[in-house]
């Protein structure tokens, strides 16, 4: 399983029962929350999330409806006696404000807080399965998008080949891993003569609070599942730009270049109260498009 | 009209859509808000309490349920465009928590809050119709209880004695105050012969997280409404002492000893999905007692 549930789907001002940004990301057993807005730890327990197995957070930037529900869900997290390790994957201004919050509040956590202050464009997560990347995007402050990929899967040695090449199973790591196999008779045997490929390995792409940029489709590219902000319709794309941020047509453009299988759109103002036109201009210029939908997971395929 | 809407009644771990701690004081064209438990903002919007008219903020406390609503409130009534000065009550540790905030968002308000930090007990706002007084009740870390009395009203003037003493308008407002009064024959009519008592003034205290403590019942002496909190019904008295919370029997004893007209119940903890207990244990030893339920307004009167 690999997919994004949306817990928050509404940009700054909370409206029309939508929420601040919140996602949470399911690969296999892993769960990732990527940002978490005002009432997010309301929302996890709404939609049947477990806290206790989200190991890591990823906070794009200091706008608060970005994170101010995270104060909360550290503290929840606290009062649940969580005891595994939480890494929270943010910019560096957030430290001191944690810090502050537990202090006033004199909480000791009995769990451990790794921070990871967000620097450098690249990988920061890196599990045998899966990594997390970063990634700049261009907002009024600092802010980060974020790619988690599937690592390439070992190929499938061809059943039929182990008998006609008497290949001994001591082989078989090497084999799926890519290498080429030497018979009892010295012949070499192509890799490609001896496997099949394995399933392609997917990969979703979090474009946070951004105005239109052409970068990010490269730091997007192939993604099988990409999430962009649509904050407002094409008709104000100049105040999108005055905002740092972006309109349907313009996240339809990023996904075109991107070559993305799926775009997922979200971050609607509080303007709007019906979201139909949104999905209406993203789909005349990328027709496989989705409004982010609070409760509803997204499969990653 | 003088009434309390609660907002949250829930303690530290929302549950069963109970949300932390928040109320909003009206008195007449005023509005206060008390604690701003996470989700305030949204439930200010859900029971329709417009915060433009809300001028004063009191904060008990700073352990999270109680406050972390509050810089989402504060940035949510700058994207609105909040025009008037906002004035913010609560323990001094939260003033570099809000400006690490702001500063971290690089959120400049179009209104200018004031902090007033909370350090002695007396009055903190002071009108020509109502006063707010502090004073400390006893919880893990400095904490707060409010009082909101309206100010003593004017004595009314027997109508029927303007003739017969032949009183000149010009006397009115001192009599009122309690002035007596000296005819043309130089004789002195003593104010209570003059005068009729007004409806006497209205008061709410509100007690935030608290151990039992008789010192409360003193500060809350003669209320109109108590509000206490009982965190946990009578049989966890223990837990409720090493907490520093409060259980029914406590509440209740606390209203009798303020003699306080009427008490009004919350901060129920998460353990408990059914809370008619809590009424019934409490109405046991004081008979006036309501629970406080989120999205209604309870008259002090």
Redesign the interface.
Known sequence: MFGVTILGNNS????YDR??TAQVVTLDQFQFLIDCG??T??QL?RYKIRRSRINHIFISH????HY??L??LI??MG??NRENDLHLHA?A??K??LD??L????TRLPYTVHFHALDTEGVIVDDAKFSVECFKVFH??ECWGFVFREKKPLRKIDKEKIGQYKIPSAAFDLIKMGEDFITNKGERIANEDLTIANTPPRSYAYCADTMYHETIAEKAKEVTVLYHETTYLHELEERAFSRFHSTTVQAAQIAIKANAKRLLIGHFSSKYEQLDEFLEETSVVFPETELALEGVTYRVL
């Open positions: 700054a001002l909370p409206a929420h601040p005002e009432g730890q309301m327990s200091l706008h608060g409806d101010f529900g104060p909360g503290t929840s009062l649940l910019p201004p957030l001191p404000i502050l919050v202090q006033a509040a004199d009024r402050i």
